[in-house]
């Protein structure tokens, strides 16, 4: 058993903040078997990253991510840079004996994430997909309550991911909106996290349909970014992905499935939400209402049968009796404390990690499998990542 | 213009009763130009239909539809029964210049809609369709909305009907689960009206690639029923409807859409339900809070913006000035005396009805379309009919 | 048994269109064993009120209430006119031997109350005050739910009763606004609903201690008005009703509640609401939801408690198997059909009606003592009407 | 302007964790001119509190309050422990020349508020008392958008705080059950957060009129508890606070309100919620959907006024943009955060906190008139604090 998970991480921004949030925090209210010691962060700016390394506490920084992954001091790297660089960073570190945290989307391509798997069950150290959504309470309570068959085989499924950031024209082009820097647009990056719920919550996809949209085709150039306030340079440039994605699926399971990813649904924020229904009932989660989870059964007395709105902070609920008393509401970064927990704890008991490269991999290959139909106007089956 | 229209019924079941309610309820409320005369009701059953009569003001009855579209004293024949009879009955009566209202779904298949519709443009009568959810008050008004440009262009649209009577497996065989007698299960039945909603709200669509499934194949027989309660017989059946679809569309504005049609869905007894998103803004409407329409704007402040809760009972919302001040909420009969006022105009006025055949022929055409498309595995263009 | 129930309402306006709608829907939806026959209808117009009679189909019509009272082929006198005429014609109809059916207010204070029910008493007729919220079925579930213990020992009752169409100070003066004809404002009007529910839900009340304000003093003379649409008139008048009334109680069984009802309260238009909490469980409705009820129980599993939406429309929840199939929503007006049910029933079998002049009584007798206690600026005991 | 502000933190239970977590988060996503250094943490039990003390990165400990007060190293003395405790630490912290940050509420009754608003105001320290809910982002929006007129003049303001966790009688004793340590029961605990919120958005209290009530008097003795789990001991004690107070006010601006605290509301876990209601628009909140903030405005086109639901995780709603992008949720401890960055830059900036210890004294004022009318059975006035 380790006295301590040696941590190296790889970017600063977005989800660097969120990461480093998270190891700095989690065995304040949970008690890892080994906690982790925050060794190096690492960017390409040094002045930047120097910066942050102060003010968020990592030990040490690098500039170059090669000497990152090779330094003797680090046990388990994680990666919170886009996803164009995740296979040749998650290879190396895996090759370098690291454990790896890999943020979604997991790669470019399905090819690149089986390189990832490849690499990291031959060195045998563990891998994990940051799928932060499995870990609020209210999501892992309707993971339980489906293992304990609290509304029978599921029938139907519905996820939808609806943000609205791009519903005004005049917002400038950034590096998620071309091709070659994002991979896709909302279908990848929001569509990675539906896919992920469902294959945690229903199971794996066997075959999709579907359509993807690019709306507003050409936005301002890219001029000065600070924070979330984006400002336009001059002239304009052509988007490279798509704002929009729909699709059907039929599980493997027999149920059918919908999903929807978009950008522009005017007023949707980060309403990432799903509804199942199985033959004894049904449960409904919105991450804009992210504590409670909605749930009806048909086993109630006929008069009082009804969506329920269970509200996910009891000490009986996951992970919420290690933060405040019932009533007390979680957020956004608290789901990343509760991935870095999971992490740590299958570090240190030597556990497979959930989920893992496989089922990242697997994520990418239903993406790809909905690109295929498109390009086909029919169904495609879904390649299955052993 | 008439001092009367002298109106004839076939069916008094369930539709029966809603329309007898809306016949001699719409002069209460409102003041249609000519009022409606119930000259007669029509069954096979001369018990029933005299008791019915009796029952709802019907000045007379008749067992035979034949009769009934041919007396001279009917100017309008509403048509109330099972879909399978509809087109012949609506040919005879247009034939007879009879003006012709028919409940939904209008017919078997397109080919039967078709000559429906040609018959009613031979006649010269009028023609409508009863696909009652356009004239609840917060869908008209998110019509006029849309109309007013409010949300601007529009760029998704998801449509869901979810119902869950089927969910228990041994609730038994009806009429409504057999090909021959419904022509289809949800896809048809809950399936017409959102398309109807679809046209009405966003417009035609160009083509859809969907799927189906009939999840439970096999029910005890039919026994007794009565009114909602249904006995089970001896044996079983095959059910040869499918309980479930899901489909994709492009409409002809550019937007995409989905829909889905179950009678599965766990706790949802009436879940008509659409979400729309164009550039300036959303509108949200289900029938389960019928009287509400939620509506979001990008034009309101910055800090202001949220989905707004319209409550649709004031007397500058449609239809509701008619009924009670406002706050005050109107229910599912109320639509159908909506419908029956528009309609008693349109022929006191000799405007086109809507939606008329046209409309509901060409509903059943994107039913037919999603039935190829699944036949085939791939998208299937919609017929258009003029 | 009656072949029949001769009624005689009086007054033809808002109150007027609502009872006659339930007299000619009652027995179309529900099979009462004695049904109504719409003998006359009174008001002092003639023009206005001969009108009225034909298009709700009164057979006939008289201009004086004392001769409606008196006529021999009336069974039932229904009083639908304001406050301040109830007791003069609801103790003269008893007289006459006639069943009383009366809106609420029931009268315009105690004294008047209590002349009325001895008069009923004396007559031996039976007597009933429209208090319709009793009658939604998702109030009624309520009830039955208490009832049957689901809920426990009641510990805390609130109700709300919020409106605002007064919240605009240019709305003109009308008689409600005025004390002669109206007798108070929001907390008559609306005060009075609230505590027949709390009574039918909770019991008795012991004691009270309140508050209450007018806060816009002065409106525009009235003007025409026509409909819901008020016009103002020349110069202003002084507005002699309170907007808002405030106040706590001590329940006889050891609860405690709160009330509130007003006219001001921005974006309630009809707000009528309770929460009740109770030793294992809560209740809590809201008119402007009608047709759902809000149920908690602390018998769930503990990590499936929640407060879950019962939508009250099924065949298992009180009235609502009269109407339509599952999830087709009841509206305002049904409520006056259950209630008119109910009386016919409780005519034709000779049964006491509920509630009844000695419940309108006693909400009364609240109001009165809530008034006490502003005057005296201390805790106020209600009187109790046996 | 101090290059660093160093903090004595007294109490490490519950407020401890919270306070703490915020001294450590602060500037990790705020700039506070002044960051905070964690100097020591204070606690009876030695090794409790040097365990706590290395968890959380305090660089010492003391097990005497009145050592750590003295301490030269120490800017400001933060008081988390239980509310028997307050006035003591305070004013010898003032007297020492510290800052003071207590946490509520302020102290036992007005007198000790009134000599630790003296002391502190004569050793000229910074004093403010950690009302949170001010500084959700929902609630601060409110506020600005109050002072912003968007509501108008405010005529109607109701709080409620709902809690259960004291609805089941077996529940054992504790601290908070006992006057002498407690005080008061939910009506001093929540009561004091409602006011709080009522002082911030509406003003202040003239006169309240009001009842308590313990339902539950005896319940098992306290056994051993460990975090939210309590164990019943022997036997059984008795409840010497209430369980629940209601009660109503005259503010001084002209409008009236009501309150509620209990513990006994079945379903509600921390349903801090207010409703105010103005001559323009309405703003309503609540703590168990502490994001989203209701807002409804006359000002709107009438057909589409409607409460809006604002999501209040917008760059442009306080404190938000601080945190991650829009759609991304705060929870509890996020508040926490906000109050120590504002009393960080009050202190830096030499400017009065808020609330000041003249607020929180008001606070108290408040209760005890409640208190005051409950023995009188009358109206007691609101004792002003200067």
């Known amino acids: 058993m380790p006295d301590g998970t040696n941590v190296g991480l790889i970017g600063y921004k977005f989800m660097g ?10 065995d304040k209210f949970f008690d890892p078997t080994s906690k982790p010691v925050m060794k190096a962060i690492c960017g390409r700016d ?23 992954v090779s330094r003797d001091d680090i046990d388990l790297v994680d990666i919170g840079t886009p996803g164009s660089t995740h296979a040749e960073m998650a290879i190396a570190a895996a090759q370098a004996g690291k454990h790896v945290f890999c943020e979604k989307p997991m790669a470019m391509n399905l090819a690149e ?19 932060n959504y499995r870990r609020v309470p209210a999501v892992s309570l309707a993971k339980r309550m489906i ?26 082009m950034n590096w998620r909106l071309r091709k070659e820097s994002a991979g896709s647009g909302a279908h990848g990056d929001l569509g990675s996290h539906m896919i992920d719920l469902a ?16 709306y507003i085709t050409e936005r301002p150039a890219e001029g000065t970014s600070s924070g979330l306030t984006a400002t336009a340079g001059e002239g304009t440039e052509q988007v490279t992905v798509d704002d929009h994605s729909m699709w059907l699926t039929k599980f493997a399971n027999g149920a059918l499935g919908s999903f929807e990813a978009t950008r ?4 949707r924020r980060n309403f990432n939400r799903f509804e199942i229904n199985g033959s004894k009932g049904s449960l409904v989660w919105c991450f804009e209402d992210m504590n409670w989870l909605e749930f009806y059964s048909t086993e109630s007395p006929a008069h009082e049968q009804g969506f329920r709105r269970i509200l996910a902070t009891e000490e009986c609920h996951p992970y919420a009796g290690n933060w405040w008393p019932p009533g007390h509401l979680l957020g956004y970064d608290h789901t990343f404390v509760h991935a870095v ?28 499998a909905v690109n295929r139909s498109i390009d086909s106007g029919s169904w495609a089956d879904v390649e299955r990542v052993e």
Chains 1, 2, 3, 4 share one sequence.
């Open 113 to 131: 994430c089986r390189a990832m798997l490849e690499a990291a069950r031959a060195a045998g150290v563990k891998h994990m997909v940051n799928h």
């Open 147 to 172: 293992e304990a068959d609290e509304i029978g085989e599921i029938r139907h499924a519905r996820f939808t991911y609806l943000q609205d950031w791009l519903t005004n024209p005049e917002f400038p």
């Open 264 to 267: 522009l649904a005017a007023g």
């Open 341 to 368: 927990y999971d992490l740590l704890e299958d570090i240190a008991h030597d556990r497979p990690c959930w989920p893992d490269f496989r089922d990242g991999a697997q994520v990418v290959a239903v993406l790809e």
């Open 46 to 68: 040094e002045q930047a990253v120097s910066e942050f390394a102060e003010r968020w506490g990592w030990e040490s920084y690098e500039t170059s991510w090669q000497t990152l």
């Open 199 to 214: 294959h945690f919550l229903v199971g794996d996809l066997d075959s999709v349909v579907g359509q993807k949209k690019t």
């Open 17 to 26: 903040k969120a990461h480093s949030h998270a190891f700095r925090t989690v």
